[in-house]
């Protein structure tokens, strides 16, 4: 037969309180990336780039392209998904989702098909600019095939580092000059020990 126990305490009110700070920090240490992860807050797009703007560091990135219809999707790790953009330039439409928790995805449709010439992250890590141009349908087909293309940020995608919340200083005069030492006597033997 089973026999329920508590195996914190006797008492119902420190069991419970118990349980739940166990609750709490386990959450706390195991809950969901996206607490963590940086919102997308702006995407701009000019004739020749397209800008995405977060409201913290991300992973890094990978785009691709997709035929039919022609799309540019960019899947960008440690983001989660912001507020909805119109399209402009080469893009008829802007969309966003959630792939899993930490990754979001941002895919353009295309009104032409264009490819991506190149990629890279701010300074501070909390933007990505990805440079495009029109091409041909075979252009596009080709890129395409090709796969994904990988984004990584720079090392130091920081722009400066974390501030610490408090520091202490405290002066330190000039050094005092040292004492004199004792003047050894005896024999100027290397086998005998210095006392």
Not at 21 to 26: C, E, H, I, K, S
Not at 122 to 142: H, Q, V, Y
Not at 149 to 162: G, M
């Amino acid at each position: 037969m089973f026999v329920f126990s508590r195996w914190t305490t006797t008492d119902r009110t420190r069991h419970n309180r118990m349980m739940f700070g166990a609750l709490a920090l386990l959450l706390t240490l195991f809950g969901p990336a996206n607490a963590l992860a940086g919102t997308i807050g702006a995407i701009q797009m000019g004739e020749r780039s397209v800008t995405i703007r977060f409201d913290d560091v991300v992973g890094g990135a990978t785009t691709r392209l997709l035929a039919g219809p022609d799309r540019i999707t960019i899947d960008i790790d440690g983001a989660q998904t912001g507020a909805a953009v119109p399209g402009a330039a080469f893009v008829r439409a802007v969309r966003q989702g959630q792939q899993g928790p930490g990754q979001a995805r941002v895919v353009l449709d295309l009104d032409q098909p264009a490819i991506i010439t190149g990629g890279t992250f701010g300074p501070d890590g909390k933007s990505l600019t990805l440079a495009w141009r029109a091409a041909s349908a075979d252009e596009f087909a080709a890129a395409a095939r090709a796969g994904r293309i990988t984004i990584a940020p720079s090392a130091q995608f920081r722009a400066k580092p974390p501030q610490t919340r408090y520091s202490v200083s405290v002066p330190i005069g000039k050094a005092r000059p040292a004492a004199p030492l004792p003047q050894i006597e005896g024999p100027n033997d290397p086998r005998l020990p210095l006392v």
